[in-house]
């Protein structure tokens, strides 16, 4: 009768301990699926900002594209103008040479 009470004890430990080990296993769950839940909300959040990010990134570029068009645009009316600039100066000039021929001529 003492092996069987022995045996009993033994089976009645064990018992006691799996029982404290499933606690702390539901414990260890229970805080796996918070962490879950918070990574999941943090990636919901990740993905949103990455969102904006991209948005904010593509405005950027189109922003961009449109000053460079906008920079040639001014850069080849500048360049225009400066043609223009030089054509009538040397045409300032050819009729100020030919005043001071007809001028020279006129009065000599």
Do not use: C, P, Y
């Amino acid at each position: 009768m003492n092996r069987v009470t022995a045996d009993v004890d033994k089976l009645t430990q064990n018992v006691t301990m799996l029982s404290t080990q499933s606690s702390k296993l539901d414990a260890v769950v229970a805080q796996n699926n918070q962490q879950i839940t918070q990574l999941a909300t943090d990636l919901g959040t990740l993905t949103r900002q990455l969102t904006t990010v991209e948005v904010g990134t593509r405005s950027l570029s189109d922003a961009k594209g449109k000053t460079e068009s906008r920079i040639v645009e001014l850069e080849t009316k500048f360049n225009t103008f400066r043609v223009a600039i030089q054509i009538f100066w040397a045409l300032m000039l050819l009729g100020a040479g030919i005043t001071a021929k007809w001028a020279f001529d006129h009065f000599k």
